[in-house]
Nanobody, 133 residues
Framework: QVQLMESGGGSVQSGGSLRLSCVAS????????IGWFRQPPGKEREGVAV???????SYADSVKGRFTVSRDNAKKTLYLQMNTLSPDDTAMYYC???????????????????????????WGQGTLVIVSS
């Protein structure tokens, strides 16, 4: 059984910061990917930031240098620190996991995922981020 629960969304002005959290209850065997995805209003879902089993991060080009993904294994929590937010970052943010990802495949989710493809096994319910100008 896999459970993912996000929190930390809210409203912030352009240039501000937020930190999202995802408490992850999951069982894995070998490689996996877990990370953050978002769906802006009226647009398809896209990858944002993903870590692999070794904690190696991958980022979408649109968030590089502004967002940082990290995890606390003891707390079973994945974080997304978002800085220098802009209205383009307004979206529902989701935590999701692929529990059987081969090595080297997690970058796909961050850079090339657009709503289809891959093998994401579980999704959280989402947390809304609104950035006003």
């Amino acid at each position: 059984q896999v459970q993912l629960m996000e929190s930390g969304g809210g409203s912030v002005q352009s240039g501000g910061s937020l930190r999202l959290s995802c408490v992850a209850s999951l069982t894995t065997r070998g490689g996996y990917c877990i990370g953050w995805f978002r769906q802006p209003p009226g647009k398809e879902r896209e990858g944002v930031a993903v870590v692999d089993v070794n904690g190696t991060p991958s980022y979408a080009d649109s968030v590089k240098g502004r967002f940082t993904v990290s995890r606390d294994n003891a707390k079973k929590t994945l974080y997304l620190q978002m800085n220098t937010l802009s209205p383009d970052d307004t979206a529902m943010y989701y935590c999701a996991a692929d529990l059987s990802a081969p090595p080297g495949t997690c970058a796909y989710y961050a850079r090339d995922y657009h709503g289809t493809g891959g093998s994401l096994d579980a999704w959280g319910q989402g947390t809304l981020v609104i950035v006003s100008s």
